[in-house]
């Protein structure tokens, strides 16, 4: 009952049949296709009797012993045919690669098991000199985003000409897409004055859509908003 | 300073920066070149070595890290509390290896070699910081290829990718 235990160990068809191979104690290059090919089958076989799904790798291998062997049985037609490789080639050349890797990984797990108990110290967290150096911040709300937001679309006129130039109607940026292109803005400059956001915005639409997602972002509290004074620009500012 | 000093304050930089600080980094600070900055380096972890310290310095690629010594990771998680770290399934660590020794390689390309499926390795290699994207390759879908990660050296314990043990042919 062995193959009971070692049924879930094998990580595909190559390493079930190298361990075929390894257990018959050959060497790759000398494998009998037929031989192995019975035995394979075998494996399968137990594996429908204990009511193990399948995987249509394994399916696809054994479709792949059954070809060589087949081939071997029936004679070799006169021409050789070089374009393809011989599969029986190509299956020793891929377990040959397979068990290279396989034996790399276990030599990779021996250096795990050692260096995964090593501990490391997390970095001290000072204030950054530029940081204590900024003037008091007067906290900011969502009105005052709002009062910003008015400010700056009074200033902006959007005239009917502007939407001649697009005339057959950009397709409106996903309020996602946008949260997602104003937290890459923050993550390199981690602060930005508000206007800043909608230099490039052309239409109205626009202009919704990434104070929309400012408002998210405040929402979930990844972002922050102060002032310098009063009637300054509106900052915002990545929470870190 | 005499060089007793100097190792001090170095020693004091790695304490403080818990991350593995390069070379140039450190070359700056005590102002001395890069080349025997790393000079001073070597003796400053052997004098560790040399004292069997609980502490040892150890260096990723041209960057140095203090860390603890793995022959006490046990008793270092018993005094944590901490539970044993998970190390990665046979199918994850194979699926590392031939990124490690194969990359920059697509999934599809570590699929052949496996003969099996590797989605779910590669996703646990990543959400580890393990293996990285490095670019796409340049054929028709230009699949991602993937790479190994400062990381991964760290948690082998490598000093760079030339120091994998070598494949058996």
Redesign the interface.
């Known amino acids: 009952m062995d193959y009971h235990i070692k049924l879930d160990?094998f990580?595909?068809?190559?390493?079930l049949l190298l361990h075929l191979i390894t257990k018959a104690k050959i060497k790759i290059q000398d494998v009998s296709i037929t031989e192995i090919t019975e035995q394979y089958l075998d494996y399968l076989n137990r594996m429908k009797e204990f009511d193990i799904e399948i995987?249509s790798?394994f399916l696809v291998?054994a479709a792949t012993l059954l070809y060589i062997k087949s081939r071997a049985l029936l004679p070799k037609p006169k021409v050789e045919e070089k374009e393809e490789e011989d599969p029986e080639e190509e299956l020793i050349r891929?377990l040959t690669?397979?068990k290279?890797?396989?034996?790399?990984?276990e030599?990779?797990?021996a250096?795990?098991?050692?260096?995964?108990?090593?501990?490391?110290?997390?970095?001290?967290e000072?204030i950054n000199k530029e940081e204590k150096l900024l003037p008091p911040i007067i906290e900011g709300n969502v009105q005052d985003l709002v009062t910003a937001f008015i400010n700056l679309m009074s200033q902006r006129k959007f005239s009917k000409e502007e939407i001649k130039v697009y005339p057959i109607g950009k397709r409106p940026v996903s309020l996602s897409r946008r949260i997602h292109k104003i937290k890459r803005i923050l993550s390199t400059t981690s602060e930005c004055n508000f206007s800043d956001f909608f230099d490039r915005d052309y239409g109205r639409s626009d202009v919704v859509i990434t104070f929309l997602a400012l408002l998210e972002l405040l929402k979930n509290n990844q972002i922050h908003i102060y002032q310098q004074g009063q009637f300054e620009e509106i900052i915002i500012r990545r929470v870190t | 300073m005499d060089e007793r000093e100097v190792m001090g304050l170095i020693e004091s930089f790695l304490f403080v920066s818990g991350d593995a600080l390069p070379i140039e980094k450190i070359a700056s600070f005590i102002k001395i070149d890069v080349r025997s900055t790393r000079k001073l380096m070597d003796k400053l972890i052997d004098v560790f070595n040399f004292e069997r310290r609980g502490l040892q310095i150890i260096k990723i690629n041209d960057s140095y890290q203090l860390a603890t010594r793995p022959e006490y990771g046990e008793k270092i998680e018993e005094f944590l509390g901490a539970e044993e770290k998970q190390t990665l399934s046979q199918a994850v660590l194979e699926t590392l290896s031939i990124i490690a020794y194969r990359q920059p390689i697509t999934r599809m390309d570590i699929e052949l070699i496996r003969g099996v499926k590797c989605e779910y390795a590669i996703s646990v290699l990543m959400d580890r910081e393990l293996i990285k994207e490095v670019g796409r390759m340049d054929t028709p879908g230009r699949p991602i290829l993937y790479g190994t990660t400062d990381i991964f050296l760290k948690s082998f314990g490598l000093r760079s990718l030339e120091e994998l043990p070598s494949l058996e042919e």
């Open positions: 160990l990580e595909g068809p190559l390493d995987a790798e291998m891929r690669e397979y290279k890797y396989k034996e790399a990984s030599k990779l797990r250096r795990e098991n050692i260096y995964s108990s090593i501990y490391y110290k997390l970095p001290e000072l």
